[in-house]
Structure formats: structure tokens, C-alpha cells
């Protein structure tokens, strides 16, 4: 390893731990699902936590809600984080804190992978440490990447793709060729949005391979059989995944999990429009503070139009591609990116080949102005601020009272959820008796945070919903009533079923019998 490369795996390590630091990672992986999206994210955990306890069936995904059977459903993503989260758990024991640990991990390769990349590309260690600090300097980064959700992992995932083919394309080893497509294969597999880079480099294959285009003196491809099923097999590998998907989620009648798309051409003129709103209100500037977006943006164009003759003709022609794949994602899944602002980092690849092709050709050909103190230094100053907007951020979420939607009472540490579990074990509460619990409109936050199954407020037309349901909810077999907000203790619609208290936790959960209700 030579000195270059050493200094750079150095500063490199060093930035992840600071960055862990000052973005407070370290209390973090202590919190169980807490601030914007616990919906999603106990999802996640729920997941995790079935596999746990039910014996590790890989086939055999579930959650806490029982919805209209036993819980058995499936999400859009490979749930091969976690179960390698359930089978670390079995050989030391739970831990919300590991899910979170191996997705970023799996997001820090990634950055690792692209920096080196750009070390090749710029020959300066500040440039190839620039690119994943600006990547964590975007506050849906910093916040989803030590996150439960798949969406970070899966985006370092194609990171690496991206890095193993450049080492392809410099080598001509086909190992790296091989080793690329499956990680593209890992990545779509969790988030199937996540291969516009793949789909790119398949086109360009299939441009060279019919001879329109020529991109250097020899090709950049092998020229053997296997390369052309090698590209198909992975994209039927995740289409048959999503076919099972859909089957499995229809076979146990769940519609917990959107797996389709919500294309913009789907909506009405008002709706189009209400979305954008939110998108440039609250969305926005979550992706990036507005002056990087405005960088982002005029630096694509200049690119784009401008620089052509600068990049070779494979980068000119992948970057484009990239430019265009982003934006048919966004408007393939327009409506998701309504609230959901973890999906834009799906679409993360764009600024990393941008902020990449921007340094390269700051410093191929423009070395004065790239080797220079002063742009360093203001490219230096801009990553700082970006830092510290995602570190406000995180603390702006954190601090919010988004997780008390689902339950006014909640406390966020992991070992606070061990106790509320063990409190309920004291009552006879175990996991194979099935409970109601209320209030709670999403699926798995507080049954996870109980880590029992049964029925929330979710999907329920009516909130608090009438006596009716709630006897609905009893012929299916629920037994306890689990109250988290003192409001429903003396709502009309609960009070018939608050007969016979069992106990209370700290007085913010309140655990009532069923079984002996008339």
C-alpha cells in the first residue's frame, strides 16, 4: 500500500468516527425506532425481531401485526439484513442497535469504495475524502444512513457496483466485471430503484455491442457469450423476487407494503401540484441545503452542455444516462416521494458522478485552479456547513415529537423497551398471546415496542374506532388492551373494555384483561 493510500484509509477512518461523533451516532444506537418515519422503521425491527423469535425461516417473513391472519407478509426489499441481524441476535443476543450498525457498514464501504475511485481519478487524497463527506453532508444521509430503513445500505451497495466496474473498466479483469454485477444484484434486491447506475452500464453495453457507439480503441466489454445473460439474469433474479413478493403478500392477504409504482401520469392536476409544494417546502431541504442543490444543479448543466469535450465519452455518456434514469425514477414513483423523503436517497447516485466528474476535471484540466489553497479551502468550508446542517438536522428530528403520533408516552431508549417488555412478561403477557393496543395508527410501533403480536389503530377508517371493532378484535382472539395515552382511558368508545386493569407502566402504559369481557 503506498503512502497516498495510507493516509487515505487514515483520514478516512478518522472522518467516519468523527462524523459518528458529532452526529451523535454513538447515543443513537442505544434509541429504538424514534423521530420522522418510526412508522418505517419498526417495520424494519419488526421484521428483525420475528425472525428472532420464530426460527429463523428465511421464507417465512412476518411482522407483528396479524392484519387478517398471522402476520406473514413481505416487503419490496430482500429481507437479508434481517435475518443477519436475527442470526447475530441468536448467537449473542437482541439489540435494536445492530440492525442500525449493519446498514451503515454496508453504507460506509460504499463511501469508502467511491472515494477510492476518486483517489484514482484525482490522484489527491482531499478530493477522494470530499466526496463522502459532501454524500454525509446531505441531511437524509446523515439521519437514514444509521437507520433501520434499507435504502442507505442498499445505496452503498451500488456504490461499490459503481467502484468495482471502474476497476473493471481500468483492468479489464473480469472478476471485477462479475463482482459488480453482484453487488448492482445486492443493491436491487433491497431497492430496486437503486439500479439506475446498472441499467446504465447495460446500455452501454448494448450501444457498444451494436456497434452505434465506440468509446475507446478496443471495447470496454468482453466479448463473450455470457456478458448479455449475465446483465439479463441479474434483472429476472429481482423481477422474480418482486413476483414472489406479490404472490406471498396475496397468498396471506396482507396489504401492509406498497410494491408498486405511483407514476405521476396516475394523478390529477391537483395532486401533481400538492406533492411538488411539499417537495419544495419540506422535502427539499432534506435532500441538501438549497446552495448545494443550486451547485448540484448548475454544475449538471455545465457538465451537460459545457465541459462535453472535457470527459471522455463513456463518463459524458454515463453521467447523462444518470441524469435521465434519476429523473424517470422520480417520475415513475412521483406520489411516493410525497412525505417519504427517504426515497431520494435512491436517487443519491446523481450528485456523487456530478461532485466526481466536477474534481476530475477540476484536476485534469484545470490544475492550477484544483491544486489551489484557496479552492481547497472553500471547498473545505462548503463541506463543513453541509456537515452542520445535517447535524442540526438529525437533532431537529430527533427532537421532534413525530414518534409520539403513534404513542404519547414513548421513550426512545432500547433499554426502556426492554423494560416495558418485561413489565408485560410480569402480567403473563407473552408473545403468544395476542393484544390490541391503542393509540397507534401504523402497524408495528407499539406491538414492537411490546414485541407482541396483534392489532393497532392501523388501516382504521374511525380513530379512537367504536366498541364494535374493538369486539371484532376480541372474537379474533385478542386477549389484552394496551392503552398509551390517558385520553383513551375515559373515551367513551374504551371505557367498556377498562373493567379490569391488570397494571400500569410509569403510568404511560395501562394494561386491561379482555378475556373475561361480556
Known sequence: MSNQNKYHFVFFCFAIVLLSWSFHYFEIFNYAPHATHSWRQTDSTSFAQNYYEDGLNFFSPRIHHLERGEGFVCPSEFPILYYLTASIWSIFSPHDGVLRLLNFLILVMGLFSISKVTLKLTNDVFYALAIPLLLMGSPIIAFYGFNFLPNGPAFGLALMGVSFFFYFYKTKHQKWLLGSGLLFLLGGLLKVTILVPFIALFIIFLLEKINLIRFKSEKIFPQKWWV???????????????????????????????????????????????????????????????????????????????????????????????????????????????????????????????????????????????????????????????????????????????????????????????????????????RDKKVLTVPDVSPNFNLNYFNLKGWSEFAMPERPFPPNTTKEFIKLGAEYLIITDEKYLNHKHFKPFTKYPLGNFENAIFVFDLRTFE
Open 228 to 430: 448479455l445473460p449475465f446483465f439479463i439474469g441479474i434483472f429476472l433474479i429481482i423481477g422474480c423476487w418482486m413476483m414472489w413478493v406479490k404472490n406471498y403478500n396475496l397468498k396471506h392477504d396482507s396489504s401492509v407494503f406498497i410494491t408498486q409504482a405511483k407514476p405521476i401520469w396516475n394523478l390529477s392536476a391537483h395532486k401533481i401540484k400538492s406533492i411538488w409544494e411539499w417537495i419544495l417546502r419540506d422535502g427539499a431541504p432534506q435532500y441538501y441545503h438549497f446552495t448545494t442543490r443550486y451547485l448540484i444543479f448548475v454544475s449538471t448543466v455545465i457538465l451537460l452542455f459545457f465541459l462535453r469535450k472535457k470527459q471522455s465519452k463513456f463518463m459524458y455518456l454515463f453521467n447523462l444516462l444518470i441524469v435521465l434514469g434519476t429523473l424517470g425514477i422520480f417520475l415513475l414513483l412521483y406520489q411516493q416521494f410525497f412525505i417519504h423523503d427517504y426515497y431520494v436517497i435512491d436517487n443519491m447516485i446523481l450528485p456523487t458522478v456530478i461532485f466526481i466528474s466536477s474534481f476530475y476535471i477540476l484536476k485534469k484540466h484545470f490544475p492550477k485552479i484544483g491544486n489551489h489553497i484557496l479552492t481547497k479551502t472553500l471547498i473545505g468550508v462548503f463541506i463543513i456547513f453541509n456537515l452542520w446542517i445535517a447535524r442540526l438536522s438529525i437533532e431537529e428530528r430527533s427532537n421532534n415529537a413525530f414518534s409520539h403520533i403513534f404513542n404519547p408516552n414513548y421513550q426512545i431508549t432500547y433499554s426502556k423497551k426492554m423494560e416495558a417488555q418485561a413489565f408485560l412478561k410480569e402480567l403473563g403477557i407473552t
